[in-house]
């Protein structure tokens, strides 16, 4: 077995499935276990291996020595890159949005994503949105040389095996099937793989972490019945919060000693917990929710 192959698999063997017998402010009757996708690895948590893992493989496999790849200055797809490409050893390249942002003091994401070894290439928005142009692909390809390109937020097709491989894992874990799994949603790629493995008896329930009232999956969905998508809990947009979610979380981290970040993973429990105090859930309902790691987007605010 190739190095690179047995590194992703040692890595991705890393996830346990921890029930939380009472999680929340105030008791709700479901059975919620946490599948810690979070522990996979200390900087390349979450979804984010998932979704990395066999596009890394192809890479490897045709001979690439370079990742270039988008996103947004706060990007964790970019922050998870950087960390992948210096963990595995790729050259890797970020196509930032924003040329500004080029002379200013460098934020955490990108700070991190330096020191990893990322040259970072800063291009205004108008160039930013023709991301998916094979014409402006092949002009930074002539730039920077032959480049496995991998697209904003790691979304693809690989990436959608990547994270399908939850479910089995749910399954063996728990020892039966669960009535429903639940994840955040950002572009739709986790929450694809779910549906892509979810046996008839499992719902999945995506819950977007964006306000985007037209949003739409990159792909249909294969069993449209098994699946909702939730999209009341966003709190005001991207990264946007409350102080109620906050509080939430201070709570829930007190009660379960799990960290987690107001953007993605905060945002799904918080909805999981007033679905069930709403009565969603059939009483005695298995909740597993996927904990998507993201850590390094945690607010200071968690901390007051």
């Not at 109620?244 to 953007?263: D, M």
């Amino acid at each position: 077995m190739p190095d690179i192959t047995q590194q992703l698999a040692d890595l991705t063997a890393n996830s346990p499935l921890q029930w939380l017998p009472d999680p929340f402010p105030e008791s709700v009757p479901v059975r919620l276990y946490l599948k810690r996708d979070d522990l996979l690895h200390p900087l390349v948590s979450g979804n984010k291996w998932r979704k990395l893992k066999y596009n890394l493989l192809l890479a490897s496999g045709q001979g690439f020595g370079t990742l270039l790849t988008f996103g947004g200055a706060f990007s964790n797809h970019l922050y998870a890159t950087a960390a992948a490409g210096q963990v595995v050893g790729f050259r890797t390249i970020g196509v930032v949005r924003g040329e500004e942002l080029a002379d200013q003091p460098r934020n955490p994401t990108l700070a991190f994503c330096e020191a990893a070894g990322m040259q970072l290439h800063f291009v205004s928005r108008s160039d930013y949105r023709r991301k998916d142009d094979p014409a402006f692909v092949a002009e930074l390809q002539n730039r920077f040389g032959p480049c496995y390109v991998l697209p904003e937020g790691g979304t693809n097709e690989l990436a959608v095996r990547g994270t399908a491989e939850i479910i089995p894992e749910i399954i063996t874990q728990l020892g039966q099937v669960p009535d429903y799994v639940c994840c955040a949603v950002g572009t739709g790629g986790t929450v694809l793989g779910l549906l892509q493995a979810a046996p008839e008896p499992t719902t999945v329930l995506g819950f977007l972490a964006l306000k985007a009232p037209e949003f739409s999956m990159p792909h249909q969905p294969p069993r449209p019945d098994q699946f909702r998508l939730v999209t009341e809990y966003h709190f005001g947009g991207y990264a946007r919060t409350t102080p109620a979610l906050l509080a939430f979380v201070r709570t829930f981290e007190r009660k379960t000693g799990i960290q987690l970040e107001q953007v993605y993973t905060g945002k799904l429990l918080f909805g999981i917990y007033d679905l069930a105090r709403r009565g969603y859930f059939p009483e005695g309902a298995t909740v597993v929710a996927v904990h998507t790691g993201g850590l390094q987007g945690r607010s200071a605010e968690l901390d007051t």
